[in-house]
Protein backbone atom coordinates (compact mmCIF):
# COMPACT_ATOMS: atom_id res chain seq x y z
CA UNK A 1 0.00 0.00 0.00
CA UNK A 2 1.68 3.61 -0.96
CA UNK A 3 2.20 5.66 1.97
CA UNK A 4 -0.11 8.25 3.20
CA UNK A 5 2.50 10.40 5.31
CA UNK A 6 1.51 14.00 5.91
CA UNK A 7 2.63 16.94 3.76
CA UNK A 8 4.83 18.54 5.70
CA UNK A 9 6.56 15.60 6.23
CA UNK A 10 6.15 14.06 3.05
CA UNK A 11 7.40 16.44 0.83
CA UNK A 12 11.13 15.61 0.96
CA UNK A 13 10.56 12.07 0.53
CA UNK A 14 8.05 12.68 -2.29
CA UNK A 15 11.25 14.44 -3.84
CA UNK A 16 14.09 11.50 -3.28
CA UNK A 17 11.25 9.32 -4.46
CA UNK A 18 10.52 11.00 -8.12
CA UNK A 19 14.76 11.69 -8.22
CA UNK A 20 15.45 7.83 -7.53
CA UNK A 21 12.47 6.58 -10.42
CA UNK A 22 9.75 6.18 -8.38
CA UNK A 23 6.41 7.33 -9.45
CA UNK A 24 4.49 9.86 -6.57
CA UNK A 25 0.68 10.99 -6.67
CA UNK A 26 -0.01 14.59 -5.81
CA UNK A 27 -2.41 17.51 -6.29
CA UNK A 28 -2.89 20.08 -8.42
CA UNK A 29 -5.52 22.62 -9.38
CA UNK A 30 -7.38 20.46 -11.53
CA UNK A 31 -7.54 16.68 -10.39
CA UNK A 32 -5.03 14.80 -8.69
CA UNK A 33 -1.98 13.69 -11.00
CA UNK A 34 0.51 10.82 -10.78
CA UNK A 35 4.36 12.29 -11.88
CA UNK A 36 7.56 10.48 -12.84
CA UNK A 37 10.84 12.54 -13.51
CA UNK A 38 10.50 13.19 -16.95
CA UNK A 39 14.15 13.00 -18.01
CA UNK A 40 13.82 9.46 -17.08
CA UNK A 41 12.07 7.18 -19.35
CA UNK A 42 12.37 4.22 -17.06
CA UNK A 43 10.36 5.65 -14.36
CA UNK A 44 7.97 6.99 -16.96
CA UNK A 45 7.65 3.72 -18.52
CA UNK A 46 6.44 2.53 -15.35
CA UNK A 47 4.16 5.13 -15.21
CA UNK A 48 2.47 3.47 -18.32
CA UNK A 49 2.53 0.09 -16.35
CA UNK A 50 0.96 1.85 -12.90
CA UNK A 51 -2.22 3.57 -14.77
CA UNK A 52 -2.24 0.38 -17.48
CA UNK A 53 -2.17 3.31 -19.90
CA UNK A 54 -1.63 2.50 -23.83
CA UNK A 55 1.65 2.98 -24.93
CA UNK A 56 0.55 5.14 -28.07
CA UNK A 57 -0.99 7.65 -25.39
CA UNK A 58 1.73 10.39 -25.20
CA UNK A 59 1.90 12.04 -21.34
CA UNK A 60 1.87 15.88 -20.13
CA UNK A 61 4.84 17.33 -18.48
CA UNK A 62 4.35 19.70 -15.27
CA UNK A 63 6.45 22.87 -15.06
CA UNK A 64 6.95 24.79 -12.09
CA UNK A 65 7.52 27.77 -13.72
CA UNK A 66 5.59 29.58 -16.91
CA UNK A 67 9.55 30.41 -18.21
CA UNK A 68 10.08 26.76 -17.60
CA UNK A 69 8.66 25.60 -21.19
CA UNK A 70 11.96 25.89 -22.90
CA UNK A 71 13.55 23.18 -21.28
CA UNK A 72 11.14 20.26 -23.02
CA UNK A 73 9.91 22.32 -25.83
CA UNK A 74 11.81 24.18 -28.82
CA UNK A 75 10.59 26.31 -31.88
CA UNK A 76 7.81 27.83 -29.68
CA UNK A 77 5.36 29.26 -31.96
CA UNK A 78 4.39 33.09 -30.36
CA UNK A 79 1.15 32.02 -29.51
CA UNK A 80 2.34 29.27 -27.19
CA UNK A 81 4.41 32.07 -25.19
CA UNK A 82 1.30 34.40 -25.52
CA UNK A 83 -1.26 31.28 -23.88
CA UNK A 84 1.60 30.69 -21.21
CA UNK A 85 1.93 34.32 -19.80
CA UNK A 86 -2.39 34.89 -19.85
CA UNK A 87 -3.06 31.52 -18.48
CA UNK A 88 -0.12 30.07 -16.61
CA UNK A 89 -0.36 28.55 -13.81
CA UNK A 90 -3.69 27.68 -14.86
CA UNK A 91 -6.08 24.65 -16.27
CA UNK A 92 -4.40 24.70 -19.99
CA UNK A 93 -2.08 22.23 -21.32
CA UNK A 94 -0.11 23.68 -24.75
CA UNK A 95 0.88 21.02 -27.46
CA UNK A 96 4.32 21.95 -28.64
CA UNK A 97 6.92 20.76 -30.91
CA UNK A 98 8.65 18.79 -28.21
CA UNK A 99 12.84 19.52 -27.05
CA UNK A 100 15.32 17.08 -27.49
CA UNK A 101 15.72 16.18 -23.80
CA UNK A 102 12.63 14.85 -23.81
CA UNK A 103 12.93 10.74 -23.88
CA UNK A 104 10.46 8.88 -26.23
CA UNK A 105 8.59 7.19 -23.58
CA UNK A 106 6.96 10.96 -22.34
CA UNK A 107 6.00 11.67 -26.23
CA UNK A 108 4.73 8.06 -27.33
CA UNK A 109 7.58 8.27 -29.74
CA UNK A 110 5.96 11.37 -30.99
CA UNK A 111 7.46 14.76 -32.18
CA UNK A 112 5.59 17.28 -29.92
CA UNK A 113 5.09 17.21 -26.41
CA UNK A 114 1.94 18.25 -24.27
CA UNK A 115 3.01 20.90 -21.18
CA UNK A 116 0.91 22.88 -18.30
CA UNK A 117 2.04 24.70 -15.49
CA UNK A 118 -0.24 23.86 -12.52
CA UNK A 119 -1.90 26.69 -10.18
CA UNK A 120 -1.00 24.49 -6.90
CA UNK A 121 1.56 25.68 -4.43
CA UNK A 122 2.57 22.27 -3.53
CA UNK A 123 2.64 21.02 -6.82
CA UNK A 124 4.81 23.77 -8.09
CA UNK A 125 7.17 23.74 -5.00
CA UNK A 126 7.57 19.34 -5.49
CA UNK A 127 8.74 19.99 -9.03
CA UNK A 128 10.90 23.10 -8.11
CA UNK A 129 12.28 21.10 -5.37
CA UNK A 130 12.90 17.89 -7.65
CA UNK A 131 14.71 20.14 -9.81
CA UNK A 132 13.10 19.19 -13.14
CA UNK A 133 9.81 18.58 -14.83
CA UNK A 134 7.78 16.05 -14.20
CA UNK A 135 5.94 13.69 -16.67
CA UNK A 136 2.47 13.29 -15.29
CA UNK A 137 -0.48 12.38 -16.07
CA UNK A 138 -4.45 12.20 -13.85
CA UNK A 139 -3.64 9.72 -10.72
CA UNK A 140 -6.47 6.58 -11.95
CA UNK A 141 -6.64 4.06 -14.11
CA UNK A 142 -6.86 4.21 -17.58
CA UNK A 143 -9.92 4.82 -18.66
CA UNK A 144 -11.74 5.35 -15.35
CA UNK A 145 -12.73 8.53 -13.59
CA UNK A 146 -10.28 10.96 -12.71
CA UNK A 147 -9.31 11.03 -8.86
CA UNK A 148 -10.04 14.41 -6.96
CA UNK A 149 -9.13 13.67 -3.43
CA UNK A 150 -6.02 10.85 -1.92
CA UNK A 151 -8.02 8.56 -1.13
CA UNK A 152 -9.88 7.82 -4.53
CA UNK A 153 -6.52 7.76 -5.52
CA UNK A 154 -5.77 5.36 -2.93
CA UNK A 155 -8.39 3.58 -4.01
CA UNK A 156 -7.42 3.16 -8.09
CA UNK A 157 -3.54 2.82 -7.61
CA UNK A 158 -2.78 1.65 -4.38
CA UNK A 159 0.91 0.16 -4.48
CA UNK A 160 1.43 0.98 -7.93
CA UNK A 161 2.52 4.15 -6.34
CA UNK A 162 5.20 4.68 -4.02
CA UNK A 163 4.02 7.46 -2.69
CA UNK A 164 0.47 9.89 -2.36
CA UNK A 165 0.73 13.46 -0.72
CA UNK A 166 -2.23 14.16 0.00
CA UNK A 167 -3.36 17.84 -0.35
CA UNK A 168 -6.81 17.52 0.36
CA UNK A 169 -9.79 17.79 -2.50
CA UNK A 170 -8.60 19.15 -5.51
CA UNK A 171 -10.42 22.58 -5.89
CA UNK A 172 -11.23 22.14 -9.63
CA UNK A 173 -11.73 18.85 -10.19
CA UNK A 174 -12.14 18.82 -13.86
CA UNK A 175 -9.01 17.83 -16.34
CA UNK A 176 -7.14 20.87 -17.79
CA UNK A 177 -7.89 22.23 -21.39
CA UNK A 178 -5.60 21.28 -24.24
CA UNK A 179 -4.91 23.37 -27.46
CA UNK A 180 -2.89 22.01 -30.23
CA UNK A 181 -0.38 24.84 -31.25
CA UNK A 182 1.57 22.81 -33.93
CA UNK A 183 -0.38 23.56 -36.94
CA UNK A 184 -0.90 26.96 -38.24
CA UNK A 185 -4.33 27.58 -36.06
CA UNK A 186 -4.88 26.25 -32.23
CA UNK A 187 -6.97 22.87 -32.15
CA UNK A 188 -8.71 22.29 -29.00
CA UNK A 189 -7.86 18.64 -28.14
CA UNK A 190 -9.90 18.34 -25.11
CA UNK A 191 -12.43 20.70 -23.56
CA UNK A 192 -11.66 21.71 -20.35
CA UNK A 193 -12.28 24.38 -17.74
CA UNK A 194 -10.71 27.12 -20.37
CA UNK A 195 -13.08 27.47 -23.84
CA UNK A 196 -11.84 27.94 -27.03
CA UNK A 197 -13.11 31.07 -27.10
CA UNK A 198 -11.15 32.23 -24.28
CA UNK A 199 -8.21 30.92 -25.75
CA UNK A 200 -8.43 32.75 -29.40
CA UNK A 201 -9.60 35.83 -27.20
CA UNK A 202 -6.21 35.98 -25.24
CA UNK A 203 -4.41 35.51 -28.96
CA UNK A 204 -6.17 38.17 -30.80
CA UNK A 205 -8.36 35.92 -33.03
CA UNK A 206 -11.64 34.17 -33.43
CA UNK A 207 -12.38 30.02 -33.12
CA UNK A 208 -11.90 28.41 -36.03
CA UNK A 209 -15.01 26.49 -37.66
Given at each position: ?19 A??L ?55 S ?33 V ?53 G ?42
Amino acid sequence: MADRDPIDTSLARAVQLLRAGELVAFPTDTVYGVGALAWDGKAVARLYAAKLRPADKAIPILLADPQDIVLVARHLPPSALLLAERFWPGPLTLVVPKGARVPAEVTAGGDTVAVRVPDHPLARELIRQVGAPLATTSANLSGQPPSVTAEEVQAQLGDRVALILDGGPCAGGVASTVVDLTGPQPRLLRAGPLSLEQIMAALGGEPVP
